[in-house]
């Protein structure tokens, strides 16, 4: 099996899925990640010149409706959902830290 | 009761005439559920309102042109409703609850259905044996050693067990048809647009089908007349009629031309099942339909460019989930940041963090052409094998998987080999085809079933072959130990 993606990588690509590997599972998600990549190197073995690549199968094209604004009145029931909520709004961390700038 | 000698008509007529009610069946049906639940591990939750709403379905009369009246059924846990939680077998959606329901449960409730509970999963649907719940592992009625297949595995253990006449599953690459092959059990994978995805929880949004699980061919041509057609919510549903599933479901199968694809029968298949789809073939042939040897090609392919394909639109539709608006959030973040990666990484089970990063692999700027286009293309070929055999063939019959069910934690260390299990219904959902497995065999005490694949919008097709199989057969009267009497 040729390696494709080494440590380094698959926390790079985690990282880009806003993911980060234990350091215990590392070995592990890795080798996983390369067989599933050598799996997918069959793919090159077909022949695909000038074949239209298919997206979606469905028989919709371009589905239209009018634009009409909806007031849901669902504030509140919406914000049960959210794990932090303040005032009518959703509560997150601080986006920028000042701390760190010198 | 259960659900082993009475069918939909059966249980409706009995409803009629007042031999018992919808209050009694639902009280019966939840029973049932919770004598056998400690072996099954079939449901995530369980409608605390079921027998009050069948209260009132009794209250305003059994309504007599609708089979579904009064009826208990379940729902996977992936589709969403008000008055239960939706996890999709995730801690990410840890309380989370819905302030909609899916069309489909809308459907079925204003059919009359009770929906007793949601069912387990495989996370996010992302599996082949129900083992990769966040929450509990679902055993197979037929021997609570093996597996009941995935992701609908609860769905189709709840019908398996006699528990309920019927119920719903989801579908991405074979996660109704599978699990229905594993536990001797009808499932649909209708054609792609035939039913509303709205408040289906996405995973591979160009592959994603709702499709219900019941013990008869005719008892699920009734639950799709129910939950197919147009629906303004979701652009992908298809505007095509449509038509009375059970209408010419007694036509039978004489003229009928049915192709055996010679890869559905290659070596990777268990003999056991080989021998019951030539048996199968050969019911067909005494029924007056002619079977044909013909080949696709590049089937394959198909697992692999599902997973690229599958995996990247996995990537895309999981983002949202990001501990802001709804579900888990991790806890002590240092900024928003940290607040994404720290609750993606403990809210996400393995199988889904794979998938995830292959998928954003795959859309990465060096691997898009080589993966992701690549895969996209292969996609077209397969859908060409299928119009090329569907230009002078009704049906394609094969296996619907290479095994029966197989024990609890025997694949769970190889991805890619758990993937195979995938090989036959892969490329029906990569075309977009309507599919049903149905019980056409036992190997050791297991199901073995049997897959029938229609042109696109052709269910009715495959019901009536469906129906003639199972009306010369006795495999779908065999009843499971567990709930079995």
Same mark, same amino acid.
């Given at each position: ?16 899925a806003k993911l980060k590997i234990a ?80 | ?168 599953g989801s579908d991405t690459g074979g ?72 209408? =010419? @479901? /007694? *036509?039978? &199968? !004489?003229?009928?031309?049915? $192709?055996?694809? %010679?890869? #559905?029968?290659?070596? =990777? @298949? /268990? *003999?056991? &099942? !080989?021998?019951?789809?030539? $048996?199968?073939? %050969?019911? #067909?042939?005494?029924? =007056? ?9 590049? $089937? ?186």
């Amino acid at each position: 099996m040729s390696e494709k993606v080494d440590q380094a990588r698959t926390q790079h690509i985690a990282g880009l899925a806003k993911l980060k590997i234990a350091d215990a599972e590392l070995d592990q998600f890795t080798e996983q990640l390369n067989d599933m990549l050598d799996m997918l190197d069959q793919l090159g073995t077909v022949d695909t010149e000038g074949v239209e690549p298919t997206y979606s199968v469905t028989d919709q094209i371009n589905v239209m409706r009018p634009d009409v604004a909806n007031n849901w009145g669902e504030r509140d029931a919406l914000l049960r959902n959210a794990p932090e909520s303040v005032d009518g709004l959703i509560r997150v961390p601080t986006i920028i830290d000042e701390s760190e700038d010198e | 009761m259960n659900y082993f000698d009475r069918d939909l008509e059966s249980v409706h007529q009995m409803l009629v005439d007042g031999e018992t009610t919808s209050v009694e069946l639902t009280k019966q049906t939840l029973a049932n559920i919770d004598a056998h639940e400690a072996d099954l591990q079939a449901y995530l939750a369980m409608n605390d309102e079921a027998v009050a709403q069948a209260e009132k379905i009794d209250a305003a009369g059994i309504d007599p042109d609708n089979v579904l009246s009064g009826v208990p059924v379940a729902i996977k846990d992936n589709l969403v409703t008000t008055n239960m939680p939706t996890t999709a077998a995730s801690k990410m959606l840890e309380n989370f609850h819905s302030l909609f329901n899916a069309t489909v449960v809308e459907k079925l409730q204003a059919a009359g259905a009770v929906i007793v509970g949601k069912t387990n999963l495989d996370e996010f649907a992302m599996g082949s044996s129900t083992e990769k719940s966040a929450y509990k592992t679902t055993r197979n009625p037929w021997d609570t050693n093996t597996v009941p297949g995935g992701s609908s595995g609860g769905s189709a253990t709840t019908v398996a067990a006699g528990e309920v006449p019927a119920s719903l599953g989801s579908d991405t690459g074979g996660s109704i048809r599978q699990p229905a092959s594993f536990t001797g059990v009808v499932g649909m994978k209708p054609t792609y647009g035939r039913v509303s995805r709205w408040g289906l929880i996405a995973f591979g949004s160009s592959f994603d089908q709702i499709g219900p699980f019941t013990r008869t061919v005719k008892d699920n041509a009734y639950l799709l007349n129910t939950i197919a057609g147009h629906d303004d919510h979701d652009a992908t549903s298809s505007d095509k009629e449509v038509p009375d599933f059970t209408a =010419g @479901i /007694d *036509q039978g &199968v !004489k003229g009928m031309r049915i $192709a055996l694809p %010679k890869e #559905y029968l290659s070596d =990777g @298949i /268990d *003999q056991s &099942v !080989k021998d019951a789809i030539q $048996a199968a073939a %050969k019911k #067909y042939e005494e029924l =007056g339909a002619t079977i044909d040897e013909v080949s696709l090609p590049h $089937a394959k392919y198909g697992v692999m460019a599902y997973y690229a394909l599958a995996s990247s639109e996995a990537s895309s539709n999981l983002e949202r989930f990001d501990g802001i608006r709804y579900g888990y959030r991790a806890e002590d973040p240092k900024n928003l940041e940290d607040l994404y990666v720290k609750t993606r990484s403990t809210g996400f089970g393995d199988e889904v963090k794979r998938r995830i990063m292959l998928g954003t692999f795959s859309l990465s700027a060096g691997s898009f052409d080589k993966y992701f286009k690549k895969a996209a293309q292969i996609r077209t070929l397969i859908i060409e094998d299928f119009q090329k055999v569907f230009q002078d063939h009704d049906l394609i019959m094969g296996p619907t998987a290479p095994t029966t069910a197989f024990k609890v934690g025997a694949e769970s260390t190889d991805p890619t080999e758990m993937y195979m299990n995938d090989v036959m219904t892969i490329p029906v959902n990569l075309a977009g085809l309507p599919g049903m497995s149905l019980p056409a065999g036992f190997s050791n005490g297991l199901p073995i079933g049997m897959q029938l694949i229609g042109k696109p919008f052709a269910e009715s097709t495959i019901y009536q072959a469906g129906h003639a199989f199972e009306q010369n057969t006795d495999f779908h009267k065999q009843t499971p130990q567990l709930g079995g009497k």
